[in-house]
């Protein structure tokens, strides 16, 4: 079983360069079931959380590949698992925000929206200083 420490471990390097939002330990084991993973040999290789925002949409969040197992298909690997996860939670749609790998949400499926085809509630938290791009794909 995955624990909050790996997670956290995990995202850090990232929360350090900006690319994610940080979060405690606390706030990662609270929500710990949002996460799905991939782990070889017992390490984290990449993780990411799907928290539901209501009106059937979703969020991920904290999405990370380790700096050591990046350019080898994983992020590919963990988006299915994301999408499986969606669809287990009946979520119609998923998003994400970003302020980089652009390219890959393109590449992947994602479209990219505006603040205002936010959930009502996640469009009242975002922060404009961030200025994060938004995608969105569906789940099919």
């Known amino acids: 079983m995955i624990k909050a420490e790996q997670i956290f471990t995990l995202v850090k390097p990232f929360v350090e360069e900006g690319k994610i939002l940080p979060r405690t330990k606390a706030q990662i084991n609270e929500n710990i079931g949002d996460?799905?993973?991939?782990?070889?040999?017992?390490?984290?290789?990449?993780?990411a959380g799907l928290k539901n925002c209501k009106e059937d949409v979703g969020e991920i969040y904290?999405?990370?590949v380790s700096k050591k197992s990046q350019k080898i298909g994983l992020s590919l690997k963990l988006l299915n698992k994301i999408m499986k996860k969606a669809k287990a939670e009946k979520f119609s749609k998923v998003?994400?925000?970003?302020?980089?790998?652009?390219?890959?949400?393109?590449?992947?499926g994602f479209i990219q929206m505006k603040i205002t085809d936010l959930p009502k509630k996640r469009?009242?938290?975002f922060n404009q200083d961030r200025n994060s791009s938004i995608?969105?794909?569906?789940v099919n």
């Open 95 to 108: 998003f994400a925000l970003t302020k980089y790998g652009t390219d890959w949400f393109i590449k992947n």
């Open 35 to 47: 996460f799905v993973y991939l782990i070889d040999d017992n390490q984290l290789l990449a993780c």
């Open 135 to 138: 995608f969105f794909k569906d």
């Open 62 to 64: 904290s999405l990370a």
């Open 123 to 125: 469009q009242v938290l």
